[in-house]
């Protein structure tokens, strides 16, 4: 399970030249009321990992259009950006370096066609979860899986 500590440390962390997400929550805010904040996200993030659960409003993206050049004259001269919600952006970073081991039931490895090699961790609830099957904590949890179905 995560840690005030962990969640505190990570809200600190974050970029405040960054766009506020769907949420319009800056990430100053967070950053300057990390300490305050951590307990409750805490509590979000542990409970969502428990359950295997997003909540749906760290899922929410907002599309903008940013300008490719100064001089734009057709659509081709703007690329798309997703701005999503701090929380999640934090949720995620530490999510990746504490999965728990014991919620993960099961592992699948993309197909060999796929551009990027990657994995998708089952949990107790059949939910997948993708991931990068070079990570350190991914590898440990793969070869801990391979482990327990030959004994």
Do not use: W
Not at 15 to 24: E, F, L, S, T, W
Not at 41 to 63: A, H
Not at 93 to 99: E, M, S, T, V
């Amino acid at each position: 399970m995560l840690s005030a500590a962990d969640v505190s440390k990570t809200l600190r962390q974050v970029n405040i030249h960054k766009a506020a997400g769907p949420d319009g929550l800056p990430e100053c805010v967070l950053r300057a009321c990390a300490d305050q904040l951590a307990s409750v996200f805490t509590d979000i993030f542990n409970l969502s990992l428990y359950e295997s659960v997003i909540p749906t409003c760290f899922k929410q993206t907002t599309i903008v259009h940013v300008p490719k050049n100064t001089k734009v004259t057709c659509l081709n001269d703007y690329r798309p950006v997703a701005l999503t919600s701090v929380a999640m952006k934090c949720f995620e970073r530490l999510y990746q370096r504490r999965i728990p081991k014991q919620l993960i039931v099961a592992y699948e490895m993309t197909r060999s066609d796929c551009t990027h090699k990657g994995v998708m961790l089952i949990t107790k609830k059949n939910y997948p979860i993708c991931a990068n099957p070079d990570e350190p904590l991914i590898d440990r949890i793969m070869k801990a899986i391979d482990e327990s179905k030959f004994k």
